[in-house]
């Protein structure tokens, strides 16, 4: 399998007042084409942060730090070209929903596809996003909820409304902090099969998590301990 990202030598450190905070001290790692990988870590090693770097909403210290997205540098996009990957390339699910309150399900769902679009190109595509949006989220068995809004929805039914938000665009990399990280074990494991569906339909998928058994889901574990990459852990190395 090919690469889709690979981040090299990744620092990042954090200026609190006069005290600067490392975060991360030179993580690589590399993310194949239809691969799911997780990322296991306890609260404070650096997980979200790898994460929200691989996604362009943070940048890495300069230096000897490197992220490719398909071989392309992500330092040499631009801001148009960081905010069309942000857009296209990559999904982005949250521990907390991040829903729009004032918006109905389905408004949420395409809001991503309707981001830099024109008056005319708004008109000629509205109808087709909406149909994609219906299509998701009746996949993911939402098909009653299209119109209510996040408040009227349980915390499972949120999260699947940010997973169908994530994927209307169709990216290629779903990024995933802490998915189930705000739900109960049984809706968690249902956001979980609904990502293992996913994933075998080709997505791939990088996931942070601090707990083993949900990061097992995936095809490979990597853990992160104080912003440093060590061996993949066993059962007896992690709490659960």
Known sequence: MSN???????????????????VLRGVSLDLAAGEWVAILGASGSGKSTLLHLLGALDHPDEGQSSITYQDAPLSSLGSVGLN?????????????????????????TILPGLVGMSRLRYLKTIGELRRRGTE???????????????????????????????????????????????????????????????????????????????AEQADRIVKLEDGVIRDAPDASAVSR
């Open 84 to 108: 069309r990957y942000r857009n296209q390339s990559v999904g982005f699910v949250f521990q907390f929903y991040h829903l729009l309150p004032e918006l109905t399900v389905l408004e949420n």
């Open 136 to 214: 998701l989220l009746d996949a993911f068995g939402l098909t009653n909820r299209l119109s209510h809004r996040p408040r009227e929805l349980s915390g499972g039914e949120r999260q699947r409304v940010a997973i169908a938000r994530a994927l209307i665009n169709d990216p290629p990399i779903l990024l995933a902090d802490e998915p189930t990280g705000n739900l109960d074990r049984q809706t968690g494991a249902e956001i979980l099969e609904l990502l293992k569906a996913q994933h075998q339909e080709g997505l791939t998928i990088l996931m942070v998590t601090h707990d083993l058994s949900i």
């Open 4 to 22: 889709l990202i690979e981040a090299h030598n990744l620092y990042k450190t954090y200026q609190l007042g006069r005290v600067e905070v490392p």
